[in-house]
């Protein structure tokens, strides 16, 4: 935990297409960027209205704006200490905006249980933050009646959810469990995929022709299920 507060830790991976920058969450640094010639990342946010970025985690790029939304786990720890999130129930998580054309950042949420990934919704209408801690599906509105008010996506409609392991389950538990699941606009969940208790994803993206890449904290490596 030393090497990895000293070096940083990347979570969340996002590219703006139209520029080819790369946004990254890294837990310990901030919201960092990587230009599309390549080279070392570079530093845009690190404290938000004077508080700093203790755990960055999720991020996310409207794709029409530019903006950039991401997540702070925690105000109180970092990632090295993500047990103590959980185990305390802490509730200091932070949703935010960050406009690269101004280099402005707005708290959208504060007072969030360990937000974790967040995903912009296809309509852009609003976004959808993982609340680790009580394994829920928090949308945040951006637009519409609800707007400012408090489900990772497919091209299907829905969301797909990576489930690091269920909610009650042991941590050297045999067997198997859910995986994932893909969770409809209305919440309602369509689709599961269970494997072995040893598998724990943290990510899950579908790319087409029945392939989907799961990440995991705990591996070196990206796993691809084919759907037959």
């Known amino acids: 935990t030393v090497a990895e507060s000293l070096c940083g830790r990347p ?10 920058n790369l946004y990254i969450a890294n837990a310990y640094k901030g919201l960092m960027l990587v230009g599309p010639n390549g080279g070392e990342a570079t530093v845009l946010v690190n404290q938000v209205d004077g508080a700093p970025l203790h755990f960055t985690n999720g991020v996310d790029v409207d794709q029409i704006t530019g903006q ?8 109180n720890y970092q990632r090295s200490q993500h047990e103590m999130v959980t185990r ?27 937000p974790n990934g967040v995903s912009i ?4 209408t609003h976004l959808v933050v993982a609340s680790t801690g009580p394994c829920k599906l928090l949308r945040h509105w951006m637009k519409g009646p609800n707007a400012g008010k408090t489900e990772p996506q497919d091209k299907r409609g829905g969301y797909w959810v990576a489930l690091h392991r ?7 538990e045999f ?3 859910l995986l994932v699941v893909r969770v409809g ?3 309602k969940i369509l689709e599961e995929m269970r494997g072995p208790k040893s598998v724990r994803p943290t990510e899950i993206m579908e790319r087409g022709n029945g392939k989907y890449y799961m990440g995991s904290v705990e591996l070196p490596y990206v796993g691809v299920v084919t759907h037959k």
């Open 88 to 114: 305390t129930g802490d509730s200091t998580g932070r949703l935010m905006r960050y406009d690269p054309h101004t280099n402005d950042v707005t708290t959208l949420q504060s007072g969030i249980t360990y």
């Open 121 to 124: 919704s296809h309509d852009r």
């Open 175 to 177: 067997g198997s469990h």
């Open 166 to 172: 269920e909610k009650n389950e042991l941590p050297f």
């Open 68 to 75: 950039v939304y991401f997540t702070d786990s925690s105000m």
């Open 185 to 187: 606009p209305n919440g």
């Open 11 to 20: 979570f969340g991976l996002q590219f703006h297409h139209k520029s080819e």
